[in-house]
Nanobody, 126 residues
Framework: QVQLVESGGGLVQAGGSLRLSCVAS????????MGWFRQAPGKEREFVAA????????YYADSVKGRFTISRDNAKNTVYLQMNSLKPEDTAVYYC???????????????????WGQGTQVTVSS
């Protein structure tokens, strides 16, 4: 019912910036909370950022707080992740996710998201 497609990944030097985009299908996009997760080689998938369906609440992992910004444009069915001051440890495959999430504590947990994109690779060189 919902399809997500990420884009904007690539290779960047430490200290640089990238902007990831996730385009969602469907007329009900505005009712879904949206999240970004990432997974590096040999590590578990981890939460990065999330935004409520209204856009009024945002959540960030401590590791990216102050450097990354999540936003959404419901008219374009798109969620963004602006990544600044990138570090080599940010290197990972980044996944966009969507879910009907009602409580703040659930935004950080992958099992509460119903739909996932294919992922986009972000590589930060030293």
């Amino acid at each position: 019912q919902v399809q997500l497609v990420e884009s904007g990944g690539g290779l960047v030097q430490a200290g640089g910036s990238l902007r990831l985009s996730c385009v969602a299908s469907g007329r009900t996009f505005s009712r879904y909370a949206m999240g970004w997760f990432r997974q590096a080689p040999g590590k578990e998938r981890e939460f990065v950022a999330a935004i409520s369906w209204s856009g009024g609440s945002t959540y960030y992992a401590d590791s990216v707080k102050g450097r990354f910004t999540i936003s959404r444009d419901n008219a374009k069915n798109t969620v963004y992740l602006q990544m600044n001051s990138l570090k080599p440890e940010d290197t990972a495959v980044y996944y966009c996710a969507a879910g009907l999430i009602n409580y703040s504590g659930k935004y950080l947990a992958a099992p509460y998201y119903d739909y996932w994109g294919q992922g986009t690779q972000v590589t930060v060189s030293s």
